[in-house]
């Protein structure tokens, strides 16, 4: 079977049969078209992991902010753990760093929906377009009401 039709058929096949060309240093056997689509895929894939980490900080962010009423621990360690989601993704792709304004705007619409889809209140309600900046939401103590003992 020759390389391209295994990328076809089993794409598991392909990748160890890839590594072990690699391995050996074997540049002509590549199945470079192919090699070059699915490293294109995985740099796709980093950046929707951070629009979608974005989403969910954004979501929850837009709740406390709208809904201060109904604030709780779930909502504050979300919050949490989506900043140290985004700050480590970062960390190991600092190259996704050009590109945070973009993901910002990309994930606001999934963070609005997701701040729609668990409160009640209306779409109007919420802004636009994006109102925080990058770092504002990346900072731990953006719109985190620390008086209350939700650690």
Same mark, same amino acid.
């Given at each position: 079977? &020759?390389k391209?039709?295994?990328?076809?058929? &089993?794409f598991?096949?392909?990748?160890?049969?890839?590594? =072990?060309a690699?391995?050996? @240093?074997?540049?002509a056997e590549? /199945? +470079?078209?192919? *090699? =070059?689509k699915?490293?294109?895929s995985?740099g796709? =894939?980093?950046? @929707?992991?951070?629009v979608?980490?974005?989403?969910?900080?954004?979501?929850?962010?837009?709740k406390w902010?709208s809904q201060?009423?109904? @604030? %709780?621990?779930s +909502? #504050?360690?979300?919050? @949490?753990?989506?900043?140290r989601?985004?700050?480590?993704h970062?960390?190991r792709? !600092?190259?996704?760093?050009? *590109? %945070? =304004? /973009?993901?910002?705007?990309d994930g606001?619409?999934g963070?609005v /929906?997701l701040? *729609?889809?668990?409160?009640q *209140?209306?779409?109007?309600?919420?802004?636009?377009k %994006? !109102?925080?900046?990058f770092e504002?939401?990346?900072? &731990?103590? #953006?719109?985190c009401d620390?008086?209350k &003992?939700?650690?």
């Open positions: 079977m &020759d391209n039709s295994l990328y076809e058929k &089993d598991y096949a392909w990748t160890q049969w890839h590594i =072990q690699l391995s050996n @240093r074997t540049a590549l /199945d +470079w078209e192919n *090699l =070059q699915e490293l294109e995985l796709k =894939q980093e950046y @929707r992991e951070l979608s980490r974005l989403a969910v900080l954004l979501g929850h962010l837009l902010e201060p009423e109904s @604030r %709780c621990r +909502w #504050f360690l979300t919050i @949490r753990e989506q900043r989601a985004v700050r480590r970062l960390k792709n !600092p190259s996704l760093g050009s *590109l %945070c =304004q /973009d993901a910002l705007e606001f619409e963070g /929906d701040a *729609l889809r668990e409160t *209140l209306p779409l109007r309600v919420f802004p636009e %994006c !109102p925080y900046r504002e939401i990346l900072n &731990d103590h #953006f719109y620390t008086s &003992d939700w650690e």
